[in-house]
Structures are given as C-alpha cells and as structure tokens.
Nanobody, 124 residues
Framework: QVHPVESGGGLVQAGGSLRLSCAAP????????MGWFRQAPGKEREFVAA????????YYADSVKGRFTISRDNAKNTVYLQMNSLKPEDTAVYYC?????????????????WGQGTQVTVSS
C-alpha cells in the first residue's frame, strides 16, 4: 500500500509561484513513477505532470508546459511540483498519485494510489 500525502498548496497572486510536495512512504518509492493531477470545480480531474522512477523522463500537460516542473528525491520518498507563472485557470485541488505497476503514463487510469489533495488558488 502507498499513501501519498500532498502539501504546499495555498493562495497566490497571478504570476506567482508555489511548490507542491508529495511524500509517498509505504513501499520502494524509487522504482515507481509518480504523477500530479488536478481538479477544478465542476470539471473532471486532469493530468498535469508525470515523472519516471529515475526522474530521467518527465511529461507535462500542454497547459502547464514551460511553467511547471516535476522532480523527485528518491532518498526522501518525495516528488515535487514547482509551479511558476501561475494563472487563475490553474486554480484547482492538486493530487499526487502512484501506480501499482512499473512504468509511467499520463493516463489517469494508470494510477492506483491517490492523496487527499491540496488546494491551489490563484487570484487575478
């Protein structure tokens, strides 16, 4: 079992930055990919970013490419999402997720373990 726990959300003005963290103890963190997703009010949960087990491969939604950076520290069992140049449309609950299987995907159905989410609000 894996129990991701997100932190780092908050209220920020447009153009500002936030860094989200996700601690994922419970198994050998370093051999599994991790993903970030978000869900805005009234919308479906959507892919934001994913990272392979080694950190050597990263994937981003077009809407965040060039502004967000996903990274991981396997020694700390933690994955990060650095969010720069934030926009009001980035407002959402952000979720960290981990799969049961090896390999990385941008597909939400690939991920089995989910955190409770952390709220990010960007004011205009």
């Amino acid at each position: 079992q894996v129990h991701p726990v997100e932190s780092g959300g908050g209220l920020v003005q447009a153009g500002g930055s936030l860094r989200l963290s996700c601690a994922a103890p419970g198994r050998t963190f370093s051999i599994y990919a991790m993903g970030w997703f978000r869900q805005a009010p009234g919308k479906e949960r959507e892919f934001v970013a994913a990272i392979s087990w080694s950190g050597g491969n990263t994937y981003y939604a077009d809407s965040v490419k060039g502004r967000f950076t996903i990274s991981r520290d396997n020694a700390k069992n933690t994955v990060y999402l650095q969010m720069n140049s934030l926009k009001p449309e980035d407002t959402a609950v952000y979720y960290c997720a981990a799969p049961k299987r090896r390999g990385v995907s941008t597909d939400i159905s690939w991920y089995d373990y989910w955190g409770q989410g952390t709220q990010v609000t960007v004011s205009s």
